[in-house]
Nanobody, 124 residues
Framework: QVQLVESGGGLVQPGGSLRLSCAAS????????MGWFRQAPGKEREFVAT????????RHADSVKGRFTISRDNTKNTVYLQMNSLKPEDTAVYFC?????????????????WGQGTQVTVSS
């Protein structure tokens, strides 16, 4: 089991940037595929991005491609989500998740452990 704690959310104007961090506990962090998901009020949780154990493989949802970038630092047990050119429709609670699978995972069902989430609000 991995404990995950997100940080970095907040209120930002359209066109602005934020960087989310997800700190993980446990010695085996580097073995996990990691993902970011988001959930807006009244909507289902949706895939945002995923990264494999080494950081050499990543995938981003079409809605954020070219604006968001997932990365990880295994020496710090941390995964990041750099979010640029933010839009009001990016407003949601953002969750990070860990999967024991070795492949990239797009479905929330493939993840074993979740953080508590961090709120991102994009508004003028």
């Amino acid at each position: 089991q991995v404990q995950l704690v997100e940080s970095g959310g907040g209120l930002v104007q359209p066109g602005g940037s934020l960087r989310l961090s997800c700190a993980a506990s446990g010695r085996t962090f580097s073995r996990y595929t990691m993902g970011w998901f988001r959930q807006a009020p009244g909507k289902e949780r949706e895939f945002v991005a995923t990264i494999n154990w080494s950081g050499g493989g990543t995938r981003h949802a079409d809605s954020v491609k070219g604006r968001f970038t997932i990365s990880r630092d295994n020496t710090k047990n941390t995964v990041y989500l750099q979010m640029n050119s933010l839009k009001p429709e990016d407003t949601a609670v953002y969750f990070c998740a860990a999967s024991s699978h070795t492949i990239l995972i797009y479905s929330p069902l493939g993840y074993d452990d979740w953080g508590q989430g961090t709120q991102v609000t994009v508004s003028s």
